[in-house]
């Protein structure tokens, strides 16, 4: 706890509350550090890590959504009913800040697994128009049938220390052509790594063949299809 922090340690969470809802800017400093940032960086370096590059601008947005809405959230638990089991604010703030996270940010992963799995063309187009990431999501099942698959692609397939699946520049341009926000142009990657465009391409189609080998031989090939399938459905 910074030193900041301090002077609140010893307040109960509602008259912690009560020092935000009154504008104390230092207890809203507090507010933020502790209860913002601790658990936004926590969600997303232990769950969300391929969103560790942003996470300045997650903790910013949540910050933002919290105070936009003149601290709803922190008088909504202010009237929960007293009961020996309620939940402590840290708890309370720690659920709404992951499922922010998912809502605000889940247009930064939605499009990673399913372009690399499929090329252009093929069956993605079958469930054409797909939901955007805010329908997606609000179906927990669907959302944690997708991060698994993803969780594979960030740590089997795209990690320099687990089973290469890709050499060193298809990881590479495949980060730059398809995962940056926004994703370079093969241009641009080109230029970056030295190479003409045309080989980006080339390299791109090659690496995208191999992650989608990688999920048949794995057996996920179908778990992809089904989740493109109930998707469409929902």
Not at 49 to 65: F, G, S
Not at 87 to 97: E, F, I, T
Request: aromatic share 12%; with cysteine; proline share 6%.
């Amino acid at each position: 706890m910074s030193r900041c922090c301090e002077r609140y340690r010893e307040l109960t969470d509602h008259e912690f509350i009560d020092a935000v809802l009154l504008g104390d800017q230092g207890a809203e400093g507090c507010f933020r550090e502790i209860y913002i940032d601790r658990p936004a960086r926590y969600v997303v370096f232990k769950k969300y890590y391929w969103l560790k590059t942003d996470i300045e601008d997650v903790c910013q947005d949540i910050w933002l959504y919290f105070k936009s809405r003149d601290w709803k959230l922190l008088s909504n638990f202010k009237n929960l009913p007293v009961q020996p089991e309620a939940p402590k604010l840290r708890s309370y703030v720690y659920g709404a800040v992951s499922r922010l996270i998912v809502k605000q940010h889940g247009n930064k992963f939605a499009p990673f697994l399913f372009p690399l799995i499929f090329d252009d063309g093929e069956e993605i187009e079958i469930f054409a128009p797909s939901p955007g990431p805010d329908q997606f999501f609000e179906n927990e099942n669907l959302r944690q049938r997708f991060e698994n698959l993803l969780e594979i692609l960030f740590s089997q397939v795209l990690n320099p220390s687990s089973e290469a699946v890709l050499n060193d520049t298809e990881q590479k341009i495949v980060r730059m052509r398809c995962l940056m926000q926004p994703p370079l142009s093969s241009r641009e990657t080109a230029g970056i790594l030295k190479m003409t465009p045309g080989a980006v391409d080339t390299a791109l189609s090659r690496a995208r063949k191999k992650i989608r080998d990688f999920y048949r031989d794995k057996d996920l090939l179908e778990d992809v299809m089904e989740v493109l399938q109930d998707a469409a459905a929902s």
